[in-house]
């Protein structure tokens, strides 16, 4: 059995910014599109995509979505690098791995980016107090499992806001629109798995 340790590569912010450049680049060029054919697909601008590849702007995690929604890729692409296929045995840090990924109030550590073999993605969210995030929905058959692992949070699940607790867990479809907010004077911490049905997410 190989086991293999993943570095703390995305920990550092200017990692962040140059990782989410280079991919959009790659994902743009695998797909021969002009920044005016990805706007045209993700929703978000010209000027901002622009910026985001040179590393000029930092967008929001709504913004991240939409890119990843018209690239019919997962979020995870944007946070950390591909998993390596051969391993069998990987240990993942959050505390190495934890990063604020865009401007939003929310702090994001990829825990299992996507890996089409297992068709999820795992991610720890951390979100500062006060932080308000409404989503637009995803791909179809999408579904997101949020597991609270501190604080308390709350969720948007068919308008209407649904308090979550430590230790409190939900499983909805995230192929409509949802969101999700913190009140509380304390971050809360969650565990969030996204799960791509077959057809839904490409890397």
Known sequence: MTEHKESPTDSDPQDVVRHLAGQLKALRSSRGWSLDATALATGVSKAM??????????????????????????????LSSAPQPSTELVFRSATELRAKPARDDMLVAPLFPYDPRFAFEL?????????????????????????????????????????????????????????????????????????????????
């Open 49 to 78: 995509l622009g910026q985001i590849e040179r590393g000029e702007s930092s967008p929001t995690i709504a913004t991240l979505w939409k890119i990843a929604k018209g690239f019919a890729c997962p979020l995870s692409v944007f």
């Open 123 to 203: 991610l720890e969210l951390s979100l500062l107090p006060g932080y308000v995030r409404h989503s637009d929905a995803h791909a179809t058959g999408v579904t997101e499992h949020v597991i609270v692992l501190s604080g308390e949070m709350e969720v948007l699940i068919d308008d209407t806001w649904h308090r979550l607790g430590k230790g409190d867990a939900v499983r909805f479809a995230a192929d409509r629109p949802h969101g999700y907010r913190n009140l509380s004077k304390a971050s809360a911490v969650c565990h969030n798995l996204i799960h791509y049905p077959a057809g839904t997410a490409t890397e």
